[in-house]
């Protein structure tokens, strides 16, 4: 199966590739806007079978499923945001003073902001060394280059609450007990939305189960996949 992955918000467009090697790793980040990405995401992703999406890659790779512009096989979600910020509706996700506090904190600091939101990935993580050496391999300065702070907003603004996701394709649900991002029991919220999911709690993983055991996550996989 020919499989696209799209990555986490502040992280190398190829982080997955610890898990899947000979996937295609797309970088979304060049657009300028949602609706461009996800054009873009679409011209691309038409060619595979498989989408693995991170965190807010996963919310990018659900949203292009329901616009009907690309139709794969199967979904891989990687601690996905089902609603990033709490709204007065709903308080799934990070409570709005928190999230405005850390977004003014990256408008003005970037690069400490940036040093702060990747330890917070690793953070309470069973195998929090193994994950900071993971991610110490990638260059925090590249990815300062990049306008996080739109992509932020995006965060900010969107959640499935409201949202039909009877329609997407099978999907494999997989989120660390131990996430300080996107606590696990989102997950749940997408089980309960999406018909064809099948769900993996990863019992001391934080927000990033790939860089956690990226063995046992490549197994779980390749059993979805019925590889």
Not at 103 to 110: A, G
Not at 145 to 168: P, V
């Amino acid at each position: 199966m020919n499989m696209l992955t799209l990555s986490g918000w502040g992280q190398p467009h190829d982080a997955l590739s610890v898990i899947m090697a000979d996937a295609e790793h797309f970088d979304y980040t060049n657009y300028k806007t949602i609706e461009k990405a996800l054009e873009g995401i679409a011209c691309k992703a038409h060619l595979h079978d498989v989408i693995i999406g991170w965190s807010l890659g996963g919310q990018l790779a659900v949203r292009t499923i329901l616009k009907g512009l690309i139709r794969p096989k199967k979904l891989i979600l990687v601690a996905v945001p089902y609603q990033f910020v709490q709204t007065d509706e709903s308080k799934i996700g990070m409570p709005r003073d928190k999230f405005e506090k850390f977004r003014s904190n990256y408008e003005n600091n970037p690069a400490r902001t940036l040093a702060k939101a990747w330890e917070l990935i690793a953070l309470n993580d069973k195998n929090s060394d193994k994950v900071r050496i993971a991610m110490g391999k990638k260059s925090k300065d590249q990815m300062l280059e990049k306008d996080w702070l739109h992509w932020l907003d995006m965060l900010d603004g969107f959640s499935f609450k409201n949202i039909d996701l009877s329609l997407l394709p099978p999907t494999l649900i997989i989120h660390g007990t131990h996430d300080n991002v996107v606590d696990f029991s989102q997950s749940y919220e997408f089980i309960k939305s999406i018909p064809q999911a099948r769900h993996i709690i990863i019992e001391g993983a934080g927000h990033a189960p790939h860089f956690f055991d990226e063995t046992l996550i490549q197994k779980h996989i390749m059993e979805f996949l019925n590889v």
